[in-house]
């Protein structure tokens, strides 16, 4: 791994990434719905945010892993880090009741 940096980089990232997901998705996502004011809580409404971001999971991988690998691959995986981490933090800005 010392003599790759790109996968030094995918290494050192790729836990705190996960993490973070995992942490939105399973625990921050169910608490959300359950406590949105009109919105009926249960596992009906926490399949639709899921199934929602599987099909545009799907639909990115679609376009974005056709595409040829650039010469520096490591700047478009640092900007779909970026993108997954805006998206995220975007996710909490999504309930009225915070704000």
Do not use: E, K
Not at 13 to 38: C, S
Not at 80 to 97: E, F, I, K, W, Y
Request: aromatic share 10%; charged share 5%; hydrophobic share 50%.
């Amino acid at each position: 791994m010392a003599a790759h940096p790109l996968l030094g980089y995918v290494l050192a990232t790729a836990g705190l990434l996960n993490g973070t997901w995992y942490a939105v998705f399973f625990l921050g996502l169910p608490l959300m719905i359950a406590q949105h004011p009109t919105m009926a809580s249960g596992l009906s409404n926490y399949g639709l945010v899921l199934s929602a971001y599987g099909c545009t999971n799907l639909v990115a991988t679609m376009i974005f892993g056709s595409r040829p690998l650039s010469v520096r691959p490591q700047l478009q995986m640092f900007a779909g880090d970026l993108l997954l981490g805006t998206g995220l933090a975007l996710v909490g800005l999504a309930n009225p009741n915070y704000g």
